[in-house]
Protein backbone atom coordinates (compact mmCIF):
# COMPACT_ATOMS: atom_id res chain seq x y z
CA UNK A 1 0.00 0.00 0.00
CA UNK A 2 1.22 3.54 -0.71
CA UNK A 3 1.37 5.70 1.86
CA UNK A 4 -0.51 9.33 1.64
CA UNK A 5 0.26 12.39 3.63
CA UNK A 6 -1.33 16.03 3.08
CA UNK A 7 1.63 18.16 2.16
CA UNK A 8 1.96 22.07 2.43
CA UNK A 9 3.15 24.83 0.54
CA UNK A 10 5.18 25.99 3.22
CA UNK A 11 7.13 22.48 2.32
CA UNK A 12 6.86 22.81 -1.01
CA UNK A 13 8.19 26.38 -2.05
CA UNK A 14 11.35 25.56 0.04
CA UNK A 15 11.74 23.26 -3.10
CA UNK A 16 11.87 26.69 -5.24
CA UNK A 17 13.82 28.69 -3.77
CA UNK A 18 17.93 28.36 -3.41
CA UNK A 19 18.50 30.83 -0.55
CA UNK A 20 15.66 28.63 1.79
CA UNK A 21 17.21 24.99 3.18
CA UNK A 22 15.32 22.86 5.00
CA UNK A 23 16.58 19.13 6.05
CA UNK A 24 12.75 18.18 6.56
CA UNK A 25 11.77 19.31 3.13
CA UNK A 26 14.04 17.92 1.37
CA UNK A 27 13.14 14.65 3.22
CA UNK A 28 9.69 14.87 2.52
CA UNK A 29 10.46 15.77 -1.09
CA UNK A 30 12.95 12.37 -1.39
CA UNK A 31 10.01 10.50 0.28
CA UNK A 32 7.66 11.25 -2.78
CA UNK A 33 9.57 8.48 -4.50
CA UNK A 34 7.06 5.97 -2.82
CA UNK A 35 4.69 7.81 -1.54
CA UNK A 36 1.67 10.52 -2.62
CA UNK A 37 1.24 13.63 -1.67
CA UNK A 38 -2.48 15.09 -1.57
CA UNK A 39 -3.18 18.73 -1.07
CA UNK A 40 -6.31 20.87 -0.71
CA UNK A 41 -7.19 22.44 -4.27
CA UNK A 42 -6.29 25.79 -2.56
CA UNK A 43 -2.71 24.77 -3.09
CA UNK A 44 -2.47 25.56 -7.10
CA UNK A 45 -3.48 28.96 -6.39
CA UNK A 46 -1.32 29.19 -3.34
CA UNK A 47 1.93 27.95 -5.60
CA UNK A 48 1.05 30.32 -8.40
CA UNK A 49 1.17 33.37 -5.98
CA UNK A 50 3.92 32.41 -4.33
CA UNK A 51 5.53 32.18 -7.71
CA UNK A 52 4.12 35.47 -8.92
CA UNK A 53 5.21 37.34 -5.60
CA UNK A 54 8.55 36.15 -6.11
CA UNK A 55 8.88 37.13 -9.57
CA UNK A 56 7.40 40.83 -8.92
CA UNK A 57 10.47 40.99 -6.04
CA UNK A 58 12.80 40.15 -8.47
CA UNK A 59 13.60 37.04 -6.63
CA UNK A 60 12.30 34.45 -9.09
CA UNK A 61 12.81 34.85 -12.95
CA UNK A 62 9.66 33.71 -15.18
CA UNK A 63 11.19 30.95 -16.85
CA UNK A 64 12.74 29.68 -13.10
CA UNK A 65 8.88 29.70 -12.17
CA UNK A 66 8.02 28.29 -15.03
CA UNK A 67 10.76 25.00 -14.04
CA UNK A 68 9.56 24.82 -10.56
CA UNK A 69 5.69 24.45 -12.26
CA UNK A 70 7.31 21.68 -14.58
CA UNK A 71 8.72 19.87 -11.24
CA UNK A 72 5.99 19.86 -9.34
CA UNK A 73 3.95 18.15 -12.43
CA UNK A 74 6.24 15.50 -12.01
CA UNK A 75 6.01 15.16 -8.65
CA UNK A 76 3.19 12.59 -6.82
CA UNK A 77 1.07 14.99 -5.36
CA UNK A 78 -3.02 14.93 -5.96
CA UNK A 79 -5.26 17.71 -5.31
CA UNK A 80 -8.64 16.89 -3.80
CA UNK A 81 -11.46 19.28 -4.38
CA UNK A 82 -13.72 19.77 -1.42
CA UNK A 83 -17.75 20.95 -2.35
CA UNK A 84 -18.45 24.39 -1.17
CA UNK A 85 -20.69 23.23 1.78
CA UNK A 86 -17.86 21.62 3.65
CA UNK A 87 -15.54 24.73 2.83
CA UNK A 88 -17.98 27.04 4.43
CA UNK A 89 -18.71 24.69 7.54
CA UNK A 90 -16.33 22.21 8.87
CA UNK A 91 -12.63 24.22 7.34
CA UNK A 92 -14.25 27.72 8.86
CA UNK A 93 -15.37 26.15 12.21
CA UNK A 94 -11.67 24.29 12.27
CA UNK A 95 -9.96 27.77 11.37
CA UNK A 96 -12.09 29.35 13.99
CA UNK A 97 -11.26 27.17 16.70
CA UNK A 98 -7.99 26.21 15.85
CA UNK A 99 -7.25 30.31 14.97
CA UNK A 100 -5.47 29.31 11.56
CA UNK A 101 -6.10 31.43 8.12
CA UNK A 102 -8.81 29.37 6.30
CA UNK A 103 -5.90 28.35 3.85
CA UNK A 104 -4.31 26.31 6.85
CA UNK A 105 -7.33 25.18 7.77
CA UNK A 106 -8.31 23.45 4.28
CA UNK A 107 -4.96 21.71 4.80
CA UNK A 108 -5.40 20.37 8.13
CA UNK A 109 -8.78 19.71 7.62
CA UNK A 110 -7.69 17.27 4.59
CA UNK A 111 -5.52 15.51 6.93
CA UNK A 112 -7.46 14.84 9.94
CA UNK A 113 -10.48 13.57 7.08
CA UNK A 114 -8.23 11.40 4.73
CA UNK A 115 -6.42 10.12 8.45
CA UNK A 116 -3.25 10.82 7.19
CA UNK A 117 0.31 12.60 8.59
CA UNK A 118 0.13 16.48 7.72
CA UNK A 119 3.74 17.59 6.01
CA UNK A 120 4.31 20.89 7.34
CA UNK A 121 6.91 23.83 8.26
CA UNK A 122 4.41 26.44 9.77
CA UNK A 123 4.36 26.33 13.35
CA UNK A 124 0.91 27.42 13.78
CA UNK A 125 -0.18 24.73 12.15
CA UNK A 126 2.10 22.14 13.55
CA UNK A 127 0.48 23.48 16.44
CA UNK A 128 -3.23 22.93 15.46
CA UNK A 129 -2.18 19.55 14.31
CA UNK A 130 -0.87 18.37 17.74
CA UNK A 131 -4.10 20.26 19.10
CA UNK A 132 -7.04 18.07 17.36
CA UNK A 133 -4.16 15.24 17.08
CA UNK A 134 -3.74 14.91 13.73
CA UNK A 135 -0.36 12.90 13.27
CA UNK A 136 2.87 15.11 11.88
CA UNK A 137 4.67 13.65 8.64
CA UNK A 138 8.00 12.37 10.19
CA UNK A 139 10.70 12.24 7.73
CA UNK A 140 12.47 9.55 10.28
CA UNK A 141 9.41 6.63 9.48
CA UNK A 142 10.54 7.43 5.76
CA UNK A 143 14.37 6.48 5.69
Not at 21 to 43: F, G, Q
Not at 93 to 111: G, H, I, K, N, V
Request: proline share 3%; aromatic share 6%; glycine share 0%.
Amino acid sequence: MIKRFVIDNSVVMVWCFEDETSDYADKVLESLTNAVAIVPAIWTLEVVNTLLVAERRQRLSESKSAKFIQLLRTLSIQVVQEPFPHISNEIVTLAREQRLSSYDAAYLDLAKREAVPLATLDRSLRRAAQAIQVPLFSVVEQG
